[in-house]
């Protein structure tokens, strides 16, 4: 069976301070994809990135960036010099490799609740 | 332009009533899903479907069902709401391609209050 953990279920902070954001996954699968969502106060689902389990390389997109670590099995997210525009619900999830190419369901961590004051 | 659209986006409804929910995508996705998002679970899954006439129970079906009669449309039905069936809904869908990822799409949502 496949999990997600988000121990953080609400961080605060102040605008411009750096924030992580933690998950620790769980899974038997040798390939897997990881996820990150943003879900803003509209309740729409963004998606951020899409991590496959081969590729280890920390990535970095403007003011965000992943950490991606199988030996913890972790893929935290970062956010440098917050805003309050990225006040938001962040959900990680993790999706197992079907060898058709379909039906790759996903499984959701139970989120974490930015609020950036200003 | 391709979407995914779902309708209501908000209901209102009574304990024992059956209630459905719509969902459309204009992608000609051969898979769609159906999740409920509760504070302190996440997203979970309810129903998918790999094609038409194709459905699958996911993690939470119970009380739930979904049929799949056209690529387009994956109705998710309450047969006798419940009140622990007030959540939010998202459907989604995604692509078949074999050897690629297939993104899921993800639908606006749909807020379903059963009192």
């Known amino acids: 069976a496949q999990k997600v953990t988000q121990a953080q279920t609400e961080i605060s902070v102040v605008e411009k301070e750096d924030v992580t954001l933690d998950c620790v996954y769980e899974?038997?699968?040798?390939?897997?994809?990881l996820f990150w969502y943003k879900q803003p106060p509209s309740g729409e689902l963004v998606f951020l990135i899409r991590?496959?389990?081969?590729?280890?390389q920390n990535e970095i997109s403007g003011r965000y960036s992943w950490n991606f670590q199988k030996s913890t099995s972790s893929f935290n997210f970062t956010i440098t010099a917050s805003q309050v525009v990225d006040s938001a619900v962040y959900f990680c999830?993790?999706?197992?490799?079907?060898?058709?190419?379909?039906?790759?369901?996903?499984?959701f961590g139970s989120g974490t609740q930015l609020t950036v004051l200003p | 332009d391709a979407e995914i659209t779902q309708s209501p986006r908000h209901k209102i409804t009574e304990t024992g009533r059956q209630v459905t929910l719509a969902c459309h995508q204009t992608?000609?996705?051969?898979?769609m899903f159906w999740y409920r998002q509760d504070l302190g679970h996440g997203l979970r899954l309810i129903h998918y479907?790999?094609?038409?006439?194709?459905?699958n129970k996911g993690e939470v079906s119970d009380g739930y069902s979904v049929s799949r009669s056209n690529t387009e449309d994956l109705p998710l039905t309450l047969e006798s709401a419940a009140s622990s069936q007030t959540s939010v809904y998202f459907c989604?869908?995604?692509?078949?391609?074999?050897?690629?990822?297939?993104?899921?799409?993800f639908g606006p949502g749909t807020r379903l209050t059963v009192l």
């Open positions: 989604a869908s995604s692509e078949s391609l074999q050897g690629a990822y297939n993104e899921q799409f």
């Open positions: 899974t038997r699968d040798t390939t897997y994809y």
């Open positions: 991590r496959n389990s081969f590729d280890e």
């Open positions: 999830a993790l999706s197992r490799d079907h060898p058709s190419g379909s039906a790759r369901q996903l499984t």
């Open positions: 992608w000609n996705h051969n898979n």
């Open positions: 479907s790999y094609g038409v006439q194709d459905t």
